[in-house]
């Protein structure tokens, strides 16, 4: 059996950073991954993570654990598809994918997300990366005949996946 490089020589430097953060940073930095304030609690109550897999896999406990409220409080923090937050480079950069988009598409977009909006009560939301616009508009089209208990699955999942991709993020960049 063969050890990871990451057993060999510890955490990534930015794991480590976030592992030693103060409460205060760490748990800002958490909300800017995920606004769900009882996600976040349960990420930074099991410090120190030995492994990025390692935080990985409590975010994805604590994601499984959230209840109606915690997901609405989290998707309260996502911009609509098309309509990232302005000067906020995460949301442009997960959002890539809708650059490049016809005016056509931005306008089927917003009446997409407006008609998803007023059924479920919140914006619709899909893990952008790597999508492109129509692949998004796709998605809005085959999910809003869910029901809203489906429609909940599918955000918590989607959600994951977003944290996922944050996290991993925020554990390599230089700073915490």
């Known amino acids: 059996m063969t050890s990871s490089p990451e057993r060999l020589s510890g955490p990534p430097a930015g794991l480590a950073r976030f592992n030693t953060s103060e409460d205060g ?5 958490l ?13 930074l ?7 990025t897999d390692a935080l990985l896999a409590a975010s994805d406990a604590a ?8 997901l609405a409080e989290a998707m309260a923090g996502h911009p609509p598809i098309g309509r990232p937050k302005p000067g906020d480079p995460t949301s442009s ?17 917003l009446e997409l997300n407006l008609a998803y ?12 990366t790597g999508r492109t616009g129509e692949q ?4 809005v089209r085959a999910r809003i005949g869910n029901s809203p ?28």
């Not at 994918?97 to 056509?104: P, Q, R």
């Not at 489906?150 to 915490?176: A, C, D, F, H």
Request: with cysteine.
């Open 31 to 43: 909300h800017e991954v995920c606004s769900s304030a009882a996600w976040g609690s349960k990420l």
């Open 93 to 109: 950069r997960e959002q890539a994918g809708m650059a490049g988009a016809s005016a056509e598409l931005k306008a089927e977009l």
């Open 45 to 51: 109550a099991q410090r120190p993570y030995a492994t």
């Open 117 to 128: 909006q007023e059924k479920f009560g919140h914006v619709f939301l899909i893990c952008a």
């Open 149 to 176: 208990e489906q429609e909940r699955e599918i955000v918590r999942t989607e959600l994951g996946k977003i944290n996922r991709i944050r996290l991993t993020r925020l554990v390599e960049e230089e700073g915490v």
């Open 25 to 29: 940073a760490a748990g800002a930095a």
């Open 63 to 70: 994601m499984a654990e959230l209840t109606a409220a915690d």
């Open 136 to 139: 998004m508009r796709d998605a």
